[in-house]
């Protein structure tokens, strides 16, 4: 036997195991993960960067803290490609090109790597005493905004200018604090004002409001001070303000185009097969146009980064969700792309909840007829998502998901904070299906015999259940990190001896080692209410699996040339 071409992929944090990429390659060394798993997606905390575990980055080398690029060459030497995130959209504020405006403003190389929200919009709003353009309504009535307000962050030039920059994400402004002595030092005022001064500041600071709001309040403190003395005060607290977010990328800059293909060749440098745009979708904008999924320029930015990665030998992974109603999925694979099923794991636990395989079974007879390639998981970094089903089952059986889920100590997330809009509910998967062993079998069967190449969160592979204590750590916000729980090496050590984790490392191996699941090969489903016939066929194999969802049941077989080769039950 030998890996089939469309084999199990590992999904962590390059700290999840052990705390290090080391520790994890050292886990995948093991006899235990023989033959396991023939790739695996880092997270990009993988690489440097600041924000959102990874997600906002300052450069692509390797984080020191995590990796090694010997850590690398012995994934290579295990036989076990790489997944790697590149973040089409953004970049972070203390990326070397941001920084390098901050520095030199208008004499930057970089003054139009990211987009200058005015010169974007000039000719198309008002300017607003701030200093941005307001655009007229209907230039943006189509421009869905992730948070309230203009997607803007004001940045400030050496010479004092300030310039709206474009920050879909995350963004944050940071003043110095100032404490008596300082202010007594900038003004002139006695020492007990001065005191007065710094309380006032940095408790107004540290509620986001602007030095200048803050001066021009009236008050005992604020009204000893000249108006040239709130003007010396705020331009020292402005000269120094420093940021933290991520910026958004002008696809109209040939800089940004070299970026992006020297990106790509350190990713496939590092072992990089499959490469998952991040956030692609944000990418193109244009005047009076949607600023997500624009069409048809999110799909010509597509084909231009294509031809980058043609050159590397890498395949894309554009990472998108979407209701099914919509069929993104469906134009994405129609385009030559892998997509992925965002879909399975919610259909896999309606269909426990409903004793049905009936959607599962449609599912997966369209991802054959339309040949859709799809990475497929049941839990991962992010949460199950929801709004992925609309369309493909009711929104009754939907809110039945969300319920269950809710029940056994998940949590819903709304759309970007709009609420009764569902996007995803947090929870890890073991939790979602009722800590129930049964279950997480079966459904780590399902995915291994569903169509596409599975997707397994390191997590799910141990029978993580919530953590409830690390969403309260993270505060508001913190959702995600009830999936998140990082593992010693003692706590893998003692999870290889559970029989639910060795069932799950069989199961894994079955889909690596097997031929017979390969994209070549036949695939059929059959389902009779609660019970589901799964077969994949080529000349020479034949695997099987029976299961029935009512009470978790299952048992898989492999024949070669007629002959039975492999039985589990």
Known sequence: MKKNNN???????????????????????KKELKDVFSSFYILPSLFN?????GFSVIDYSLNELYAKREDLDRLEELGIDLKLDFILNHASVLSEQF???????????YRDFFIDWNKFWDGCGEMTKEGYIQPDKEYIKDMFFRKPGLPILMVRFPDGKEVPYWNTFYQEVRYPTLDAVDIRNITGVQYSIADGLANLLNKGLSEGKSPSNILNESNIYTDKLSESQKKELCERLESERKYLGQMDLNIKSPLVWEFY??????????????????????????????????????????TRVRELADKYNVRLLPEIHASYEEKIYE????????????????LII???????????????DELVEKKIQVVNMLGCHDG?????????????????????????????KDLHGQKNVYYQVNATYYSALGDDDKRMLLARAIQIFMPGKPQVWYLDLFAGKNDHEAVKRAGAGGHKEINRTNLTAKEMEDGLQKEIVQKQLELLRLRSTFSVFSNDSEFTMKCDESKIFMEWKNNEERAVLRADLAD??????????GEKVYQYK
């Open 7 to 29: 084999g199990p992929m590992l999904n962590a944090y390059p700290d999840s195991l052990g705390g290090s990429l080391s520790d994890i390659v050292n886990f995948l060394g």
């Open 99 to 109: 920084q390098d405006i901050i520095k030199n403003g208008e004499k930057s190389k």
């Open 331 to 346: 134009k994405i694979a129609n385009k030559g792309y892998m997509t992925y099923d965002f879909f399975l794991p919610g």
């Open 49 to 53: 960067t600041d924000l959102d575990r």
């Open 350 to 364: 309606d269909a426990f909840e409903q004793q049905s395989g009936e959607v599962l079974k449609k599912w997966a």
């Open 552 to 561: 978790c049941d299952f048992e898989i077989f492999v024949e070669k040339n």
């Open 384 to 412: 199950i998502p929801l709004l992925d089903l609309k369309g493909l089952i009711s929104e009754e059986r939907i809110q039945s998901v969300i319920d269950t889920v809710v029940k056994r100590g998940g949590y819903v």
């Open 261 to 302: 293909d020297n990106t790509l060749k350190t990713l496939a440098n590092y072992g990089a097969k499959i490469v998952r745009l991040d956030a692609f979708a944000y990418a193109p904008k244009g005047v009076g146009e949607k600023n997500f999924l624009n069409e048809p320029a999110t799909w010509d930015i597509l």
